[in-house]
């Protein structure tokens, strides 16, 4: 008996297509199936992070917790794997078989399902040997397989006859030859930036440097060697973008740009500090590893779009910046000039009273250095409130020029959907290629959607008017000024013939939008077709 033969009442079987439509089939375009595959995989680092922490002695007096997670980790992972084997039977993969969930059992993704949640179950019941116990639990890293191996057939088919360097620039530049691929690398760099800043930060308390001095080295050698790897791909592909094409020339070019120089920084200190250590103390260099946080404006549209900012009003900052420094040394001047005779050691020079000077004009006031005369306190009011105002116009710049530039991208966001409804139809490709745009500038998609349905209806408006031939061009042609009258007037005449040209009537009177002489030529019109009948 086929597995689909249900009465079509049965409530498993509305229970079961309900929640394959909700996991995978959502037909909304919410592709809900692609952000809960996101979540387990998340989940699926985070549980392999704390079975590397049950590992490090430092992190025994946290072994109930970790234990907690672990539990919940399993429960989430037999829960899924539970529901894809009721829901087999409503994937078409599986619904011509004439066992739906046995065929869906012995795929791979199934058998790697298993193998997650198979030490757990078998713990519950059998003792296992811990070592034993860790390496069958390591076997989650898996589960990403998922996510990966649709992402990596789909490079494969986009890059099919490219390059091998073609194929490198694709996987460490953004292109349309990278695909989802290029995406989950950027997240595994972004993941790595994040967690070499936390373990440099985590580095100077001094009671979890001690516990974890070995594992804070192993975890920025892993790191350094992530970096290189991004870094010499990147030198290697670049030859790819068409402003640095020339094999050589071109790389120079390259690695002289701001953000190849960060990538530099951000592996450089770990290489000095080997191999000259034995001359010189570079300990200090190890600062330099927070430059990493500096990589993730690569990843940020944000960023990008604040750097462009800044240079194109860079001028006007410039301006604005040297009346604030001229301020402030005018002010330290006289703070020095009337305040020296009663505080010596505080306004002990003008470059001490620099300080002073530019606290109280950026309205901070630590309090530590204040005036005591008369025209110092006179002074330090006037410049107080002139110091709102000053301080102000560079964040208000960059505020109305940052909406400037949201405005500038979501008008750009509008021309390339209006060019690629030129033809009325927005296919998928066209649609992934936008989201693709809108997502590189930082715009929701729900906000797409509503750019998307906006230029649709402008759209359909353009093509209703493009009927309508231009007065200039019937002015020249008279001839098909006169065809197109006769047209017109056969367009109308059918429409007051329409059967329900009452119901059309009626619809005009309660919007009340067209003008007497409209309606003259409709009565008209509605006479001569009651006459006709």
């Known amino acids: 008996m086929d597995a689909h033969a249900n009465p079509v009442g049965h409530a498993p079987l509305r229970i079961r297509e309900r929640l394959y439509r909700w996991l995978y089939d959502a037909g909304d375009g919410s592709a809900r199936g692609e952000k809960i595959e996101m979540w387990l995989s998340l989940l699926i680092i985070a549980n392999f992070a704390a079975m590397i922490l049950t590992t490090i002695p430092a992190f025994d007096p946290y072994e109930r917790q970790l234990h907690y997670f672990e539990m919940l980790s399993m429960v989430i992972f037999t829960t899924e794997y539970a529901a894809r084997l009721f829901i087999a039977p409503a994937d078409p993969a599986f619904s011509a078989s004439r066992f739906p969930r046995l065929a869906y059992a012995r795929t791979f993704f199934a058998l790697v399902d298993l193998l997650v949640i198979l030490p757990f179950l078998l713990s519950a019941f059998v003792a296992l040997d811990l070592r034993l116990l860790r390496i069958l639990r390591m076997l989650r890293i898996l589960k990403l397989m998922r996510v990966l191996l649709p992402a990596f057939h789909e490079f494969a088919q986009l890059n099919k006859g490219r390059t091998f360097r073609q194929k490198v ?159 402030v040394i005018l002010a330290a001047s006289f703070g020095y000039l009337f305040e020296h005779d009663a505080q010596p050691d505080k306004f002990e020079n003008i470059p001490t009273a620099i300080y002073w000077a530019v606290i109280t004009l950026a309205s901070v006031g630590y309090g530590d250095i204040s005036p005591i005369t008369p025209m110092g306190r006179l002074m330090t009011t006037v410049m107080a409130l002139m110091g709102i105002g000053l301080f102000a116009i560079p964040a208000s710049i960059l505020s109305s020029a940052f909406m400037h530039e949201m405005q500038s991208q979501r008008q750009a966001v509008e021309n390339q959907l209006s060019g690629m409804l030129a033809d009325g139809v927005l296919s998928d490709e066209e649609h992934a290629e936008v989201q693709r745009f809108a997502r590189s500038l930082n715009i929701p998609l729900d906000q797409l959607e509503v750019l998307i349905d906006k230029a649709k209806r402008e759209n359909d408006e353009r093509q209703a008017n493009d009927m309508f031939l231009p007065v200039e061009f019937l002015v020249a042609h008279t001839e098909i000024a006169v065809a197109q009258f006769h047209m017109l007037f056969e367009q109308l005449r059918r429409l007051a013939e329409l059967p329900n040209a009452a119901d059309m009537q009626a619809r005009m009177e309660s919007a009340n939008t067209a003008r007497k002489s409209e309606w003259d030529t409709w009565r008209l019109l509605r006479d001569a077709s009651e006459k006709k009948d």
């Open 169 to 327: 620039h694709a996987f460490a530049f953004p292109s349309a030859y990278g695909g989802k691929l290029h995406g989950y690398y950027e997240l595994f760099i972004v993941g790595w930036v994040l967690l070499s800043v936390l373990a440099v930060i985590l580095e100077s308390v001094d009671s979890i440097f001690y516990n974890l001095a070995v594992e804070f080295v192993a975890l920025d050698a892993i790191a350094v060697l992530v970096f290189s790897i991004e870094y010499m791909m990147r030198f290697y592909s670049c030859v790819e973008e068409p402003k640095f094409q020339k094999w050589l020339s071109g790389r120079v070019n390259y690695a002289r740009g701001p953000a190849p120089l960060i990538d530099l920084l951000a592996i450089l200190p770990f290489f000095l500090e080997i191999f000259l250590h034995h001359l010189i103390d570079l300990r200090f260099l190890r600062s330099f590893r927070l430059m990493r946080l500096f990589k993730l404006a690569r990843y940020s549209g944000s960023t990008s779009t604040l750097f462009s900012i800044v240079r194109r009003e860079l001028p006007v900052i410039a301006a604005s910046a040297f009346c604030m420094m001229l301020l």
